[in-house]
């Protein structure tokens, strides 16, 4: 399956990044591309343990625009610019680590160009667990693998991304975000069986409420990586018990409270969540297929909770966004993305101007905690990456 096309222009940070190249470089790009940030509705830290997620590509994007060179040149609507950048230097430089962290995975297949010019605009706000950065790197991976003249089908692509981040800049997630940013599909939420790659597409015709709580995490190191490391710890526990276990997401609820019993926290409690967490997930999607909103809002709360109590990546932002959401009358509300800090999710009741209404009585209550209003938008599942081949000049 190849990458989807348009002839032309076709979404608002498109413009934007063809009118910042045309301003830095002084001349037109050959290739746009654009990826989405992603919601996930369920399925928190189960990637990477083997499990189901439960992710909707957003109708926010990361646009390139991108152009050939004889060396490096970056520029960021948001970020500033970027010359004469060594590819194969140490990461660590900020946002241009995604732009060459997929650079340098194409030039291992052989498939980057010789030098490009890229303007970078977004609309994904960074810091919010909406996957800001694998949007960035996955639009990237395919402008420089068009602007290299190379050809991958969509698996790889995500593939390519998932190495980028992984391997190269050291985001020890599993492979949910590049999956859903390159094969989202308007009006569906994505069930992805991690364990065995099974992708069913659920109808998802609500939309989505955000509301950022404003404290911005780290994915590369830090805590994401810490419970990475526990879940590890906690299978290879497990193993000696059990040598044929080959996930924590694999563990049926049927054993669980004997699986506990062998562990001491937070092992226990880091275990507990996966395994319910691949539970609400899968019932997720089910009740979305049967049309039951109401229990996806239930099962958001219920994860919430577990997000708190067991995998504790919860903060004190996201908590009072989620409680004032449930108050006044949300279906349910869930912190998004890894945690410590990011976005929660609404999913607001059918009927006119109730989700704006709930929105600003969550935005007023958050107000009257922090003492800062947060931002709030909302958006609906949406198309994945998209690739626009330009004329010259």
Known sequence: MDPRRS???????????????????????????????????????????????????????????AGPAKGWDFVSASEGRAAGLDIAAPMGAGWSDYVRAALRELQALGKAPAGARIAVTSTVPVGAGLSSSTALTVAAGAALLELGGGA???????????RAEHDQVGVRGGRMDQTISVLGRKGYAMLYETGTGEITMVPMPAPVYVAETGVEHQLAGGSLNARRHECEQALAMLQRRWP???????????????????????????????VTETERTREAAAALAAGDLERVGQLLVEGQASLAQDYESSVEEAEVLVRSAVEHGA????????????AVLVLAPAGVGEGERIMQAVADAFESRFGRRPATWRTRASDGLRLESLPPG
């Open 7 to 65: 002839p032309a222009l076709d979404t608002a940070t498109s413009s934007a990044a063809l009118a910042l190249y045309a301003r830095t470089f002084g001349d037109a790009p050959t290739v746009i591309a654009s990826a989405p940030g992603r919601i996930n509705l369920l399925g928190e830290h189960t990637d990477y343990n083997g499990g189901p997620v439960l992710p909707l590509a957003i109708s926010r994007r990361t646009t390139i625009a």
């Open 152 to 162: 991958l089908d969509l698996q790889a692509q995500i593939a390519l991304a998932y």
């Open 244 to 274: 044929q276990l080959g996930a924590l997401a694999a563990i049926p609820r049927s054993d669980l409270a004997e699986v506990e019993s062998l562990l001491d926290d937070p092992f226990r409690r880091r275990v507990r969540h996966v």
């Open 331 to 342: 279906l349910g509300a869930r912190l998004t993305g890894a945690g410590w800090g990011g």
